[in-house]
């Protein structure tokens, strides 16, 4: 069978060290995974610009980081320690543990038909689909277990204290419960010390609303935005970096006064679509999708996603829109939340007008591993070169704000002074913080090619010329074309078409 384009990702992802497995001489860890020296940039270039378009360039949002660790009572507060859960269902066939919310929906008493135990190999099954209308994602099965509810939360304790201890100290009380109080005391001992691994960033930025407001001089509109680690203990996971238990986000929550809420949530909604767009990702693959009133929170009063059409295989082949960011009107739920639970006042006042109100917050919340990944196969494209010959270019068209390395630097020969000169010319690009990669090994056209897998907008070829006239070949990655520049102004030139792009 041929290749797939995911599978076609995933390879050029390991293989140009954008991706790779976490702990992969341990077997790997299912759903981590490590990022390599170029997409460790890749993944950079895309946070700093979200950090530079949404804090930087503007005059009404400013920046946050928060600790992953917070007060319990931040998550009570919020509801994520009694809601945060996803149904869970068990599939009786192949012993797949799925979504119910994502699983493949089919038709209530429709045929279903699968392999026993899930294998390839093992004896044809036929069955029906349950009444709740889906089937198992791995197997196609309808033999389901009921849906029951589990807590995305990653419990861990703080401080010297050993959960495990106490729960041994109180064992015979416990052999006297029933299963119910049971499980309820051994709550109640690990609850005492638990604490939790952030599943968001958003509260940190409710939490200290006062902070800011008290600090920063800032007042409604104006948004508070924060980048960094969030944990969820996620049933499924797959497609790569789509869905995993450790992931970046990039949130921002702007707080405006009731009633321009839908002005706002308007306003975000059409800039963070045009986001992605302005860094290249093609307008055919993204899409705005309003949630439908059932799928909204219960405070939420509207939500939209912004999705791109990944080449994720499915029983359809190939294709499935994926979120990359959701922007919400979260009204002033959150706030309120945290005004009951803390006793602190987190309304407003606003000297002008003498009005005192809780503001409505808008809140766009991406995550900066889907952006990569969504950005990684939005870039990848395979070219005919030459029919004849059957020569097929990979490149990585990557917008270049978003390229992980922007100049290639090749000596054309290893000698005649040659490289010492590209040297000299990498180190001055460099110094000027654009990042370049030194290649003299191979012909010319297959460091070209090596470069082009690895996204890099252009490449430069130092020659005989160079020293002569002193001009370099730059050659463009999507048009292949050349053209000579001076090589003393090489670096003002890079930084002008940086500059240029939007960087
Ligand atoms: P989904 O419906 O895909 O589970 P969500 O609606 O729960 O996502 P949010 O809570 O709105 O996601 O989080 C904001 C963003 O964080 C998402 O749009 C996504 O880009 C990212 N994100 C959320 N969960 C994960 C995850 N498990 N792995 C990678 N990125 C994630």
């Known amino acids: 069978m041929p290749e797939s384009t995911m599978q076609k990702i995933v390879g050029l992802a390991k293989r140009r060290g954008f991706i790779f497995q976490s702990s992969e001489i341990y077997g790997g860890l299912k ?54 859960s996803d149904p869970l269902v068990d599939c009786r066939n192949c012993k797949e543990r799925f979504r119910a919310d994502k699983a493949p929906r089919a038709v209530p008493g429709s045929a ?9 190999d093992g004896k044809k099954l036929a069955g029906v689909v349950g009444p709740q209308g889906y089937v198992c994602p791995v197997c196609g099965s309808g033999d389901l277990s009921p849906e029951r509810q589990f807590n995305l939360m990653f419990r861990t304790s703080l401080g010297p204290v050993d959960p495990m201890q106490q729960i041994l100290d109180a064992v015979d009380a416990l052999a006297a419960l029933d299963p119910e109080a049971r499980r309820e005391k051994l709550a109640g001992i690990i609850g005492e010390t638990a604490v939790y691994l952030r599943p968001e960033t958003a509260q940190g930025m409710f939490v200290n609303f ?42 921002m929550e702007f707080f405006v006064e009731p009633g321009t809420d839908d ?3 308007e306003y975000w909604s059409k800039a963070r679509f045009e986001w992605y767009k302005s860094l290249g990702m093609r307008a055919e693959r993204l899409r705005l999708r309003p949630h439908e009133q059932s799928e909204l929170a219960h405070y939420a009063k509207a939500c939209v996603d912004v999705e791109y059409f990944f080449p994720f295989e499915n029983q359809d082949g190939e294709g499935e829109w994926g979120e990359l960011e959701g922007i919400a009107n979260r009204i002033d739920y959150d706030l309120r939340k945290h005004s009951e639970h803390s006793g602190k006042d ?27 990944l969504a950005f990684l196969c939005d870039a990848y494209a395979e070219e005919m070169i030459d029919r004849e010959k059957n020569d097929v270019r990979t490149v990585l068209r990557f917008h270049p704000r978003l390229a992980p390395v922007k100049v290639g630097v090749f ?80 670096a003002d030139y890079f930084r002008d078409r940086l500059r240029l792009s939007g960087a």
């Open 31 to 84: 759903a981590c995974y490590d990022y390599g020296p170029l997409g460790v940039e890749l993944k950079r270039n895309i946070k700093d610009a979200w950090w530079r378009d949404m804090v930087h360039r503007r005059d009404d949002v400013v920046g946050l980081d928060c600790s992953i660790i917070m007060h319990p009572d931040v998550w009570r507060a919020s509801g994520h320690l009694a809601g945060f």
């Open 112 to 120: 279903a038909a699968c392999r026993e135990g899930g294998r390839s």
């Open 210 to 251: 006062l902070n800011v407001l008290n600090s920063s001089r800032v007042k409604p509109p104006f948004g508070v935005a924060q980048c960094g680690k969030s944990y969820r203990n996620e049933i499924t996971t797959s497609n790569l970096t789509f869905r995993t238990c450790e992931f970046e986000q990039m949130e």
């Open 263 to 265: 002005r706002w949530f």
């Open 346 to 372: 987190l309304s407003y006042f606003e000297t002008e007008t003498k009005k005192r109100y809780t503001p409505f917050v808008i809140e766009p919340a991406a995550g900066a591993d889907r952006a990569a």
């Open 411 to 490: 000596p054309l020969v290893k000698k005649d002074g040659l490289p010492e000169k590209a040297r000299e010319l990498l180190s001055q690009l460099m110094a000027e913080g654009i990042n370049s990669f030194y290649d003299e090994s191979g012909a010319i056209g297959r460091r070209y090619r090596r470069m082009d897998e690895a996204g890099a907008p252009w490449c430069v070829t130092i020659d005989a010329g160079t020293k002569t006239e002193d001009s370099v070949t730059v050659r463009e990655r999507d048009s292949m074309e050349q053209s000579r520049v001076p090589a003393g102004r090489l």
